[in-house]
């Protein structure tokens, strides 16, 4: 008997043109990732009937919930799907390598199909009405480059076909954590040891309706919340004083590979007031949480996202 094998397994996507609706010709994409947990669940409802007999009767079926989470790397060509479903398609300009694609907030998500496919069965697992309801990394250390996208969806199908038989394949080159840099207020900060971003849609799941199967009928967008935190040797009181003074600045992150990059901008940011602390006789850090909004950034919005590399357009 076959089994399916991890390595064996693909995730492939594509953009629906209406939400919850495989497109009859889909341009799919072979993703790269680590892990994909896209599940659904769906509760059994008890029934309390009473029918002068002690056994219970059959359960009902409850609303369905299509959610998970997907580890996929940060790398030059990939990400940038994966931005277009968060922010939209981008501004693409450049006549050959290296095309620049800026991406911004906006007002709507493009729903996608996700689609876990176990050949080794054959069995694929299609998820409709998909959109990313929060994404986030960390960087520093000696761990390798990844994100973390969690999604909400309508509705799942099992079949023993895909939903697409041509997947595009794409260039897996990884960005890794010694090519990322940090910038506050314009300048290259040397004493930082870890930094985190995280993105949260305020996607509302409660969309069930009379009628609707039991599947969310839509996924409407929420405000967007952007957070995180740098942690910092504990050299000056630079930081920390912006901190106290709520004083507004901005953040940088950034990849970079040659004459390609990632950069995500924040151009409006305050650091939440902390307390370094002493914790042993080794050398002290600080954690700055902090939070990014628009209120007149030049840039008008919150974060963009500039992704550098060959790739000549994210429209398709």
Known sequence: MSRAKGYNSQLAMAYEQAYGQTPASPAGYNMPFNQSKIAIA????????????????????????????????????????????????????????????????????????????????PAYEMFNGCKVNKFSFVYGGDNELTATLELLGAKRTVGATPFTTVLSELPLLKFSNFQGTLEEGGEQLAIVTEAGLNLDFGLDGNTYTIGGNGC????????????????????????????????????????????????????????????????NEKGITVKLPFQAFYDSGADGSAIVATLINSQASYAG
């Open 216 to 279: 969310r009928t839509d996924l409407p967008e929420g405000a967007l919340q952007i957070s995180g935190s740098i942690t910092a040797f504990f050299a000056d009181t630079v930081l920390l004083n912006k901190a106290i003074s709520n004083t507004k600045s901005s953040l940088k992150f950034k990849f970079t590979s040659g004459a390609h990059s990632l950069a995500f901008f924040l151009e409006e940011v305050v650091f939440q007031q902390t307390s370094p602390g002493i914790e």
């Open 42 to 121: 769906q509760n059994l409802i008890e029934s309390t009937t009473i029918r002068g007999r002690r056994d219970k009767e059959q359960p009902a079926i409850g609303n369905v919930d299509v959610s998970g989470s997907l580890v996929v790397p940060l790398d030059q060509i990939g990400t940038g799907y994966w931005l277009r479903s968060m922010f939209g398609s981008p501004v693409t300009t450049g006549s050959g390598d290296p095309y620049t694609h800026v991406f911004k907030v906006t007002d709507s998500q493009p729903s996608l199909v996700l689609e876990q496919q176990y050949p080794d069965i």
